[in-house]
């Protein structure tokens, strides 16, 4: 399931019980996450470089990100 806040950018992805949370404005980001963790219990594993066994590459430099 994929939901994406039309007004902050912030883009939510479900995949049984695995959460990816994507955004540009950190305190928006920061503000879900609290959010979530109100109403569930969810563990914060930091930056992704793997969702449902696609490899996420990014590259700051270039604004970009790759799915593998």
Same mark, same amino acid.
């Given at each position: 399931?994929?939901?994406?806040?039309? @007004?902050?950018? %912030?883009?939510?992805?479900?995949?049984?019980? !695995?959460?990816? &949370?994507?955004?540009?404005?950190?305190?928006?980001?920061?503000?879900? @996450?609290?959010? %979530?963790?109100?109403?569930?219990?969810?563990? !914060?594993?930091? &930056?992704?470089?793997?969702?449902?066994?696609?490899?996420?590459?990014?590259?700051?430099?270039?604004?970009?990100?790759?799915?593998?």
């Amino acid at each position: 399931y994929i939901y994406r806040y039309p @007004k902050s950018g %912030l883009i939510v992805i479900t995949y049984v019980d !695995d959460f990816l &949370l994507v955004g540009l404005k950190g305190k928006e980001l920061a503000d879900l @996450k609290v959010a %979530l963790q109100n109403a569930f219990k969810i563990k !914060d594993l930091g &930056l992704y470089y793997y969702f449902v066994g696609v490899r996420i590459v990014r590259n700051r430099g270039n604004r970009t990100i790759s799915l593998i």
